[in-house]
């Protein structure tokens, strides 16, 4: 075992095709190396280790790698590396404690990181965080490809930029909060899967599947639910096997043998619109029926229209 204090300098595998996509487990997996070309793999620190018999360095101390676009930091780093051609090659890099990262327009956080350097695939957990020019994310895992816009969470909570309401005098102050068991993004959209939810202005929206769609500033303007829709606003309850809500209008549309109700009517047809923060519905091809106030509840209203009891 030899202990220095330097900076380490390895020849990066080259560049292997793949896409953030989810696993069983939270360890990267290393992509075999077909020659030792592409980039370096610089990493910094007070203090390095070096276990020849196990093909590691070992970092510590504010430890700084840097990998293309991606600048890391942690308290401790383990580094696996290999001999291609007598030329030392980056497998896999291992952070612990405090692990922030920027790609980018992109940052993360959380207490530990998994970095596969041939897949550029980076895997952070530990009460991990991201935030982009769109979102905030927060889960139990992120996983995120260097130089891309896309990522990944599981047990997802996002938070969206929301479009401009159109309403005049709206407040524009209303962010779009998602949350799933699975969240896969893009630079163009965000699709979440496993009971989902969203909070926006006065409504909750429930459904199995939700697709999320940005605008050229990053601003969520639709989204789209499939599978086993329900939808709360204040007193009024919509349900049905799709739904689409407008961000801009605030107008949720549910089809798919919707169903509404408030405390006076429930309502079917073939379409179920409801406006965020409204009292009513509009639909299509509509079947009506008036809800029947119980006998006591009759009988105040009564006495409210004529005054009250009238004393002898």
Known sequence: MIEYLVTAFFVAQPVQPATATASTGTRATPTAAVSPKGGETEITSKRMTILRDQSTL????????KRDSMDLRCDELTAHYAQYGGKYTATRGECVGNVRAVDGERTA?????????PGRLLVVTGNPEAQDPAAHLKGSELRLMLGSQNFEVKDATVTFKPAPIEAKGASQNNPVVITSKRVAGTRAQAVFSGDVTVKHRTMDLRCDKLTAYYNGSREVTRADCVGNVRAVDGDRRAKGERARLNVPTG???VTGNPEAEDPMIHFRGTQVRMALGGKSFEGDDATVVFKTAPLKEQEQRRKDKTGGTKQP
Do not use: I, N, P
């Open 251 to 253: 107008m949720l549309v």
């Open 109 to 117: 956080q959380g207490e530990r990181a998994d970095f596969d350097v």
């Open 58 to 65: 070992m970092f510590k101390e504010d430890v700084r790698a």
